[in-house]
């Protein structure tokens, strides 16, 4: 499916009236969507990045939807990775509250579940998106959860992690979660291998059907093609082609 196949705009999230938080939606035009994929980005908003991710899915076909999860202060935001953008990012992605996120991801999931067609609904999530995918398969039913190198998620280390990081409710996302798909670099400077290890062994506990995949010569970010000292083609390429399937086996619907 070419560009010219799928649409993009900015919608309202859920069922609210215009003071509500907003998302990001792609979706195909010339057939039925298989299915939704709200997608949690890095820490920046709602860049071109993040966009062109969304592109990315409705070009195969699924619905992508990216909340605004700094709608609160700033509507449609998106910074760049060098100060002082980058540090401007930080402050907001630490001021983001649990309540906030969670309450953003049930929005974006009423549009998502619109939208799907007759496929089920994914979220995946990059960095502290996938802290979100992971926070938010403890609250809401998914058919996929992808998380990309998500941090904070047993260990801690950020407002939304409290009173307790993701992973230690896994029983909760064993009773939510069709699948947990999972995404890491040995290298990644955010959480340790040690943690990330000790997560794989809490969701076995609790019954999570999941898959980890670590890439041992890539770091944290290996997806972002926009920022060459992380981007890892290697693992960003088999990541993609991963998700792509654990989509077509868990979400879409033909």
């Not at 195909?28 to 997608?39: D, K, L």
């Not at 966009?51 to 939807?65: E, M």
């Not at 609790?206 to 926009?226: L, M, R, S, W």
């Amino acid at each position: 499916m070419s560009a010219d196949e799928f649409t993009t705009q900015w919608v309202q999230l859920g069922e609210g009236a215009g003071d509500g938080p907003e998302g990001y939606i792609a979706r195909p035009t010339r057939r039925e969507p298989a299915g939704a994929v709200i997608v949690a980005g890095e820490m920046f908003g709602v860049p071109g990045h993040l966009r062109d991710i969304c592109g990315r899915f409705a070009a195969h076909g699924y619905t992508a939807i990216a909340p605004d999860f700094y709608w609160r202060h700033q509507r449609r935001s998106q910074f760049g990775y060098e100060e002082p953008e980058y540090g401007q990012a930080m402050t907001l992605m630490k001021g983001l509250r649990r309540d906030e996120a969670l309450s953003d991801v049930a929005a974006a999931r009423v549009t998502a579940q619109q939208y799907a067609g007759g496929g089920g609904t994914a979220i995946l999530g990059f960095s502290v998106g996938g802290h979100i995918a992971m926070l938010a398969a403890t609250e809401r039913p998914f058919d996929l959860v992808v998380n990309y190198y998500g941090g904070w998620l047993l260990d801690g280390g950020i407002p939304m992690a409290e009173p307790l990081p993701p992973v230690a409710r896994s029983e909760a996302i064993a009773a939510n979660s069709g699948f947990v798909l999972g995404f890491f670099g040995a290298h990644d400077f955010v959480m340790s291998l040690d943690e990330w290890h000790r997560i794989g062994s809490h969701l076995d506990a609790a019954g999570v059907a999941h898959e980890q995949i670590t890439y041992p010569e890539a770091g944290h970010g290996f997806f972002n093609d926009e920022r060459p000292d992380y981007y890892d083609e290697m693992a960003a390429k088999d990541a993609w082609q991963r998700t792509l399937d654990a989509l077509a086996q868990h979400v879409r619907s033909d």
